[in-house]
């Protein structure tokens, strides 16, 4: 579990909204943990430990012991990294490793994702409450926003995952390293959607990364013409 809390670039004021508390995944933690994973938080110099323990929990950030070094070695040894958005998320394509990326805003780079990742976003909420689609993120060029105040500026509250979100996405990693996985009718439907509305420029590159499958079921909104 890798969380990016802004405690090791001290970037809060430009990338606050990249950024979230270890502690608000506690719930996805216990939720592992009924599937039966051992949890390994890791991660360099973050703000604050975690506040839940048990033997299927390691706070190895703050366990004296990190080392990058033993980073490499231990996500070379999981079966999958949940992770929000952070630099060392990327060293799982090294190994090969299956991802869930949780709460992803800048979707501009969507196409930086590996094949075996799952992707949940944050929702763009305007102001007079419209959840904004895909197409008129594209249209709109929000999508290449990086910093906090470009969408404070525009007016937009980036929406966070629920918890029943992520457990979803989580069941569907799970299931997927599992090969019990159960493909729904019009998923693959909706995943051709998503890449539909991927501007054809070729400094982007191809989406080879899946939407987390029931988050696209549940927000039918996301999928809309702008």
């Known amino acids: 579990l890798s969380v990016r809390d802004g405690g090791f670039h001290n ?33 360099a110099e973050p703000s604050e430990k975690l506040t839940i323990h048990g033997p299927l929990i390691f706070d190895y950030s703050f366990s004296g012991i990190r080392s990058e070094i033993l980073d490499l070695f231990l996500i070379s040894e999981c079966q999958f990294l949940v992770g929000t958005g952070s630099g060392i998320d990327v060293v799982t394509t090294l190994f090969r490793k299956p991802q ?7 979707i501009s780079f ?4 590996s094949y075996n990742s799952i992707i949940i976003l944050k929702k763009y909420q305007m102001i007079n409450g419209e959840i904004l689609s895909l197409s008129n993120i594209y249209k709109n060029h929000y999508d290449k926003f990086t910093l906090a ?6 007016g937009i509250t980036l929406i966070k995952n ?23 009718p019009h998923d693959d439907e909706l995943q051709e959607l998503v890449k539909s509305y991927w501007p054809n420029e ?9 939407i987390g499958a ?11 013409v702008a």
């Open 202 to 210: 070729p400094q982007r590159g191809n989406i080879t990364a899946k």
């Open 100 to 106: 869930v990326y949780l709460n992803i805003i800048e």
């Open 110 to 113: 969507l196409s930086w994702y």
């Open 11 to 43: 970037d809060a004021i430009i990338s606050g909204h990249r950024n979230s508390s270890v502690n608000d995944y506690v719930d996805s933690i216990q939720y592992l943990n009924q599937l039966g994973y051992q949890v390994v938080r890791i991660g």
């Open 149 to 154: 105040y470009e969408f404070d500026e525009s």
């Open 214 to 224: 029931d988050f696209l079921r549940s927000n039918p909104q996301l999928l809309k």
């Open 162 to 184: 629920t918890n029943e979100e992520i457990e979803a996405a989580l069941f569907e990693m799970h299931s997927r390293i599992n090969d019990t996985w159960e493909v729904k």
